[in-house]
């Protein structure tokens, strides 16, 4: 059992306000702002080179804890600036050749969709995109049927940022390995609400972001790489940090997930990051996610009873994600009204999302999103003021 209360108290934030927005950026806990304004005091007391080499250990918990919460090994975990940019040192690190073919989803997140354009456009490259089906998750039969011998990479977004169904990961890993194809799985809005294992994922590269469900610092996020998936990868950017200068004409790569990084990183941050996964595995992934859905099915359910209001999810496969449209005023009037009161949603724009709201031209969407620290109690007031607009 989570003890909700001493949670919420060791989350300022929760004192002041409603905030169902923890899909753009959850309130950290006390611990994690202790964490980083302890590390930036270092380093204006003995200087950030010496600060960096004090706080060594902490700075390598970053790999100890993330490949914990996967279930994979610390040289696997590479420290990456946020999720997108994670996303794009993996599909970068692939060597494409011209007709090869990349899988991915009508759900794909925009940033991701919008790279794999460009990419295409570079390297003359076919996307080929795959509809959801009537659950609102990826057609594994059409998915399988769609690989051919030019198939390079399998792209999923495991929750997308404009609906809180959760796609089959693990079957489509299954696919992706019978075939013998890379796999990506964008985490961004997965991990820290619900519980990821990389071996039952069967994923070759995962993503995620420090500041949603993780409750990290923002400008923080991770890159899992799978160690026989290393061997053929060739990273965009180098520096002494990610490869070793053999001779005045060559060099090598390091042969882990560090190659992705560089030398110069935020430290405090990542220290951030890495005591938010620590007060994560403490509290046990399993029991978060379980309540997470709790909360969700609560949600959804008194949404129901409201008339002039639609949920967009269609599977029973719940996240803490809950996206509707609400007749009688536009979302953005929406979320400012609720702002006013204390309330944090946010909006999602049809344009960013064209595969999938566009296609069922929802118009733009609210969000509500919701985390283990948030109450039934918070739910019942939201309800009660959205009923007022």
Known sequence: MLDIKKIRLETPGCQSRIHFNNAGSSLNPKGVFVAVQSYLNREQEIGSYEAAEEAKVLINSFYTKFSELLNCNESEIAFIENSTRAWEMAVHSIGWKPGDEIITGENEYGSNYLGLLHLAKQRSLKILTIPNDESGTISLGQLEESITDKTRLIALTHVASQRGDVQPASKVGEIANKHNILYLL???????????????????????????????????GFLYTKSTALKALEPVFLDLHSASWTNAGSYEFVRDAKMFECWERNM??????????????????????????????????????????????????????????????????????????????????????????????????????????????????????????
């Open 268 to 389: 405090a941050a990542m220290i951030g990051l890495a005591t938010a996964v620590e007060y994560l595995l403490k509290l046990k992934v399993e029991i978060v996610e379980r309540r997470v859905k709790q909360l969700s099915l609560n949600l959804k359910e008194k949404l129901s009873e409201l008339t002039d209001i639609k949920t967009l999810e269609k599977s029973d496969n719940y996240s803490g994600i809950v996206t509707f449209t609400k007749t009688s005023i536009s979302a953005t009037d929406l979320k400012d009204e609720l702002q006013k009161v204390g309330i944090n949603i946010s909006v999602i724009k049809q344009r960013n999302a064209r595969l999938d709201l566009g296609k069922e031209s929802t118009g733009d969407i609210n969000r509500a999103s919701l985390h283990y620290y948030n109450t039934e109690q918070e739910i019942s007031e939201f309800i009660k003021e959205l009923t007022k607009l």
């Open 186 to 220: 964008d985490a961004c809005q997965s991990v820290g609400q619900i519980n990821l294992d990389t071996k039952s994922l069967k994923c070759d590269f995962l993503c995620g972001s420090g500041r949603k469900y993780l409750r990290g610092p923002r400008g923080t």
